[in-house]
């Protein structure tokens, strides 16, 4: 074909050998049929760095070795994602249980292909707060965290530095301690009532005194070398964690043991719990809600169980259905969930209350 012929539009034209120049070597080549090609510019050819071991098929199999070097492995990603924002792969681990995603999280399968955050991930050195086992990479997953925070008293650290306790408690194995930097030390020599905002036009502000419960925070001054003084009190942020069984059967002792209480302390007498599943919560793997319980007394049978804030009392399918009618007399004056055999109890106080009333019902109409 005769360059007279070729159209300088066509860049996928066929072309005569002259006109065709190899990007990776820069000399001419031979091959049919010949298609035009370019060279880039050195200037803008960009490389990929090397991925880092956490973000790559082996690496991240090295880490699945050890519960400890499946810790490193989150640490790394979290930092690699957040703090320097590198581009990161996403990956699931461990038969599917955890998704480690493009920026840096760690999510949970929840039920099927649906993945959750935050995730719950077995701790290091923390025992189970039942059993005192501790945990492996093959049962990382079997694990429910418990959150709660305690005010604690530290007079075995009077004269002391702030930094002994924090120490102590980060040495302790039976649950996670992290001390509140806005609620480090708590003593009554503290409360200060004066005002505030003693200058203010606000009605609100007018009401504010500068330290009513007399805590100190890392603004107010307390530094890790600050003495413990007598009467001083800390505030911790509490982790506690359980193996599953374990925990279903802490939650069943635990309330079974309030729920029976509550019976004697009403009045009943011959009572016999027996554990349910939680008529309220759909997720039977939530790990936080504790089972329902069907209670069999002298009078007849109760259901009874947590559901959110309130506790309910029904005998839907009891002989006391006919002895007791929640809907009239005896509850008249509780603005309450109620129906004819069946009442929403606010709390241990209320549910004793209601179950008094029910007990008494029940001796007066024998």
Same mark, same amino acid.
């Given at each position: ?26 000399? *001419? ?18 490389? *990929? ?13 090295? *880490? ?15 930092? $690699? ?203 039977? $793997? ?25 506790? *309910? ?54």
């Amino acid at each position: 074909m005769s360059k007279e012929q070729h159209n300088p539009n066509n860049i996928y034209a066929p072309l005569d050998d002259d006109d065709i120049v190899n990007p990776f070597h820069g000399s *001419s080549y031979n091959k049919d049929p010949p298609y035009k090609t370019f060279d880039i510019p050195k200037s803008i050819i960009k490389t *990929s760095p090397p991925k880092k071991p956490y973000n790559t098929d082996e690496g991240i199999q090295k *880490s699945l070795v050890s519960l400890e070097e499946f810790h490193k492995l989150i640490n790394e990603r979290h930092a $690699a994602g957040y703090e320097r924002h590198e581009p990161l792969d996403d990956f699931t681990v461990l038969d599917g249980e955890y998704w480690l995603d493009t920026c840096g999280n760690v999510w949970q399968r929840s039920k099927g292909d649906n993945y959750v955050m935050p995730s719950t991930i077995a701790p290091l050195n923390i025992e189970c707060n039942r059993c005192k086992d501790t945990w492996t990479i093959e049962n990382v997953a079997d694990v429910v965290k418990w959150e709660d925070d305690q005010v604690i008293t530290i007079s075995d650290f009077i004269g002391k530095p702030l930094m002994d306790l924090v120490k102590n408690y980060q040495n302790r194995t039976d649950a996670l301690y992290r001390i509140n930097r806005d609620r480090l030390i708590r003593n009554d020599t503290h409360i200060d009532t004066s005002l505030k905002y003693p200058d203010t036009e606000d009605e609100w502000e007018k009401t504010i005194v500068k330290n009513k419960n007399g805590w100190l925070g890392a603004e107010d001054g307390i530094t890790p070398k600050y003495v413990i003084q007598e009467g001083d009190e800390s505030y911790m942020d509490i982790w506690k964690f359980y193996h599953k069984s374990c925990n279903e059967t802490r939650l069943e002792e635990e309330f079974g043991q309030k729920f029976e209480e509550t019976f004697k302390e009403a009045g009943f007498k011959d009572i016999k719990l027996n554990a349910i599943k939680n008529k309220y919560c759909p997720d039977e $793997a939530c790990g936080h809600c504790a089972p329902w319980f069907e209670v069999d007394t002298e009078y007849g049978s109760m259901t009874i169980g947590w559901r959110k804030r309130v506790i *309910s009392i029904d005998w839907v399918d009891s002989d006391m259905k006919s002895k007791i009618d929640a809907s009239g007399d005896i509850f008249k004056d509780e603005d309450v969930t109620k129906c004819s055999a069946g009442i929403h109890a606010w709390g241990w106080d209320k549910a004793k209350d209601y179950l008094s009333r029910i007990h008494t019902e029940l001796v007066n109409n024998e």
